[in-house]
């Protein structure tokens, strides 16, 4: 009888071992990291690395070819006696240099992306602004300016507001807006302001006036132009001129975040 048990475990065990090595040399390929939900592995790289045994394989690395780049050239001199050619560095060394190591910006590889307008604002909305010698009033958006800032008008009929160049982080948002008709081009090209002119050492302490600046007739017949077409649009809406008239304030015990604008 015992010897009749010990054949029966010899032969299951003999079948056990078969059916898992079966199994070991089927999943010998399987991925060893997995997929938790929502994208995320379950292993991390440095158990990867630790489960893949990377760190036995031996690194090779490739080492980089090096091309040989000129750096003279040869130069046909003229004279019996002055050997007939000359070797000449291509990138000429220059003949001054500074005394004290300045300082070298870094590389920026970064380029410059076009402002995202707020999803607030759009051509015509009414904003508030809150910055500037006009703070507090209420004035129209034109559009959005290459250089991201908005431009935005009174318009100058109406509450003495001309055309300015405004960051849209300074105005508040108003659900009003204004359908505006097709205006004129205006680009930052109108907004530079002319240079100060140098003076030299005697003309310092000469003559200490400056001039105050004045406003190019250019851009006057341009605000004209401008108020022609935005003040129609805005008496179109009603009440809406005398709400450009009038400044935004707060009272005592009114919170701007408890405002719907």
């Not at 045994?53 to 091309?67: G, S």
């Not at 132009?225 to 649009?233: N, Q, R, S, Y």
């Not at 001129?241 to 919170?255: A, H």
């Amino acid at each position: 009888k015992q010897w009749y048990q010990r054949r029966v475990r010899g032969v299951l065990n003999y079948y056990t071992n078969y059916y898992y090595k079966s199994n070991l040399r089927m999943v010998a390929h399987k991925v060893r990291n997995s997929t938790l939900p929502g994208g995320v592995p379950k292993l991390s790289r440095s158990a990867v690395y630790r489960k893949r045994a990377l760190y036995k394989r031996a690194k090779v690395q490739v080492a980089a070819v090096k091309v040989d780049v000129a750096s003279t050239k040869t130069k046909q001199v003229q004279g019996e006696k002055n050997g007939g050619n000359r070797q000449v560095p291509l990138q000429k060394q220059p003949r001054f240099y500074p005394t004290v190591d300045s300082k070298k910006p870094l590389n920026n590889r970064k380029s410059p992306k076009p402002t995202k307008l707020r999803g607030s604002i759009v051509p015509g909305s009414v904003v508030i602004l809150l910055a500037g010698v006009h703070r507090g009033k209420r004035v129209v958006v034109l559009k959005q300016l290459p250089s991201g800032l908005l431009l935005v008008s009174g318009p100058y009929k109406i509450n003495g507001v001309p055309l300015r160049r405004v960051d849209q982080a300074y105005v508040i948002a108003t659900s009003t807006v204004v359908d505006l008709p097709a205006l004129p081009e205006i680009g930052d090209a109108i907004f530079k302001r002319k240079g100060k002119p140098t003076k030299n050492e005697k003309e310092m302490f000469i003559d200490n006036t400056t001039e105050e600046p004045k406003i190019s007739a250019e851009k006057i017949a341009l605000q004209k132009e401008v108020d022609a077409l935005v003040v129609p649009a805005v008496k179109k809406v009603a009440m809406l001129q005398s709400y450009l008239k009038s400044k935004f304030t707060l009272s005592k015990g009114v919170y701007p975040h408890d405002l719907k604008f």
